[in-house]
């Protein structure tokens, strides 16, 4: 078996914020829009790039207990210019959580939060 790609699905009731967080900080796209329950971003130059966001009622959850936001989740995304991507987040008026640095393990980075209160590590190596 030869995984294929992989797509993480975050719990949301926070589409149309999602959508506009993503697409704002990433110049990401909408490539899947399922009856108000599910919404599929990718960037247009890399279709095997994903973030899906799920209604908490959706019936993927199969009956268990519906999630109220992520946890123990930090979203990382490797861009190619993270200052840059900085900028544009206090453009944006983005939470930033951790400021930009440089990390000794041969990373820069900052810590922003989406809309769905999850934590996006974007980042540079160096």
């Known amino acids: 078996m030869k995984v294929i790609r992989m797509v993480p699905n975050v719990a949301s009731e926070a589409f149309e914020a999602s959508r506009d967080f993503y697409a704002a900080m990433f110049d990401l796209e909408v490539s899947v829009e399922l009856d ?3 919404l599929q971003l990718m960037p247009a130059s890399e279709p095997r790039l994903n973030i899906g966001f799920v209604k908490a009622d959706s019936e993927l959850f199969n009956g268990r207990e519906r999630p109220s936001g992520p946890s123990g989740v930090v979203l990382t995304v490797h861009v190619d210019d993270v200052d840059e991507a900085y900028e544009r987040a ?37």
């Open 36 to 38: 108000d329950w599910y």
């Open 90 to 126: 206090g453009r944006l008026g983005v939470e930033v959580v951790t400021e930009l640095r440089d990390e000794e393990h041969g990373q820069r980075h900052f810590v922003a939060v989406d809309p769905n209160g999850l934590l996006v590590n974007v980042m540079s190596a160096i």
